[in-house]
């Protein structure tokens, strides 16, 4: 009888690197790290790190090494299913570093298939994290959607989705408050954290109050800083019957002229503290804020060299939304909108320095926001709000880890944690864009080099072309 053994792992070392491990510590230059299997074995100063026989070499002189980079807010079966996600999104994610996704309103199933798939090593992609269907009021804002109208069917929702497997409960934008603060609390008790959407009902303080983890696309935020912050709400919610669009559009420009003059440095103060005191984390996704809500003719991406790799129906969903913007509104509305985005931007940097965390993420595949590329846009916004190219980093690594109790597994460079690494040209605590200029990237130890991640590229852009 021949026994039987398991294969040796395949052994890889990164040489002459300079590793920015993302703990905060200075870089280490001239070290060597090395992967067995798919996690980190060594991490060192070349002189000190023996490699062993057999090891296949990467030389990093010159280059710089980070963690894989983390999207805590993506939707992969909002570009259509079974095929969208992997010809479509998993590979733009790869291919610009980001190897931990957070999937923030999906169909269950479809999201346990992709997630056994890369598991299995069937195909390469991100860790998903997920949320499943979103829980909202009636009608509901996107699907798919549990709608749940009081406490009782609020509390059953989170016990299906619990049951379900799902990491997270996702909370939208037209719940009522009996039905919010009932998902806040049957959450609580079974210790699965809710995220989400502040809804319009209720104030982004109450959200706090009652536990939500994370607050997404800065939803209330803005809000809750105004001094007029009650009046404004019931503006909002307010239903005109026979209203023309045009009414409705001076309205709206009507509400945000008061939400910006309206201002108050002591309620920003007061509410990001009491976010700093709560733990509620912040993901601003800076792409959605600038693209989606209505883009500018500055911000008018119909010529982005991006676009080749955005499927042709896709494109055209895109295309028809932007050009009816861009129709619609005129240069007070889009100089509007420029002071809004420079408001959120302003926030972003208060809550940061009032101790906020805050973790990158983009609402791919939202219109007008890449799959992959799009993380990177997020990071200079951060860099923008005033935050440092090391937080910016750190936003899309540390803390997603931290964010979802994975710091022992991942987030840092350091023996025992998955090798989820991304080789750079350049550095990036001296410019956040060089997260850009990726040579390389280890997902869970297996190697995409720069021929290889072109590859990758050049599929998409074919799969693009022909759906």
């Known amino acids: 009888m021949v026994a039987c053994s398991r294969p040796t792992p395949t052994i890889l070392a990164i040489t002459h690197v300079t590793v920015i491990d993302g703990s905060g510590g200075a870089p280490c230059a001239d070290c060597t790290v090395v992967i067995s299997g798919s996690r980190i074995s060594r991490v060192g100063a070349d002189a000190y790190v023996a490699i062993p026989k057999e090891t296949k070499i990467v030389d990093g002189g010159g280059k710089f090494l980070i963690p894989g980079l983390a999207d805590m807010h993506v939707h992969l079966t909002g570009a259509g299913e079974p095929g969208g996600s992997r010809e479509f999104i998993l590979p733009l994610l790869v291919a610009n570093g980001i190897t931990t996704v957070r999937d923030m309103g999906g169909q269950v199933e479809l999201l346990k298939q992709l997630r056994e798939e890369i598991g299995s090593g069937k195909r390469i992609g991100p860790q998903i994290f997920f949320t499943g269907p979103y829980l909202d009021g009636s009608p509901p804002s996107f699907q798919p959607s549990i709608v749940v109208q009081n406490g009782r069917e609020a509390a059953a929702a989170v016990d299906t989705l619990q049951r379900e497997g799902v990491d997270f409960i996702k909370v939208q934008s037209r719940l009522q408050p009996e039905a919010y603060f009932a998902i806040a609390s049957e959450s609580n008790r079974l210790g699965i954290r809710f995220v989400g959407h502040v809804p319009d009902s209720i104030t982004a303080a109450q959200a706090s109050d009652a536990g939500q983890s994370s607050i997404e696309h800065l939803t209330g935020v803005l809000l809750g800083t105004s001094e007029k912050e009650g009046e404004l709400r019931q503006e909002k919610l307010k239903k005109i019957d026979g209203e023309s669009a045009e009414e409705t559009r001076r309205r709206n420009r009507r509400w945000l002229h008061g939400l910006l003059d309206s201002n108050s440095q002591c309620k920003t103060d007061a509410l990001a503290s009491k976010f700093a005191r709560n733990g509620t984390w912040q993901v601003p ?165 720069r021929g290889e991640l072109d590859r990758v590229l050049a599929g998409v852009e074919r799969y693009a072309a022909m759906h």
Request: charge should be negative; hydrophobic fraction near 40%; charged fraction near 25%.
């Open 285 to 449: 996704t800076f792409p959605t804020l600038v693209h989606l809500g209505f883009v500018t003719p500055q911000e008018d991406l119909g010529a982005d060299w991006r676009l080749r790799y955005v499927p042709q129906n896709l494109q055209a969903i895109w295309r028809q939304g932007r050009n009816g913007q861009l129709e619609r509104y005129g240069s007070d509305d889009f100089a509007l909108r420029d002071e809004v985005v420079k408001r959120s931007v302003s926030v972003v940097g208060k809550m940061n320095l009032a101790g906020v965390s805050i973790v990158a993420g983009t609402d791919t595949a939202a219109p007008n926001v890449f799959p992959g590329f799009s993380l990177h846009e997020d990071l200079e916004y951060m860099v923008k709000a005033g935050m440092t190219p090391l937080q910016a980093l750190q936003a899309a690594t540390t803390k997603p880890a931290e964010f979802l109790g994975r710091s022992a597994e991942q987030g840092t460079i350091d023996a025992g944690k998955r090798a989820d690494l991304v080789l750079l040209d350049a550095d990036p605590l001296a410019d956040i864009r060089n997260t850009q200029k990726i040579r390389a990237v280890i997902v869970n130890g297996k190697l995409l080099d």
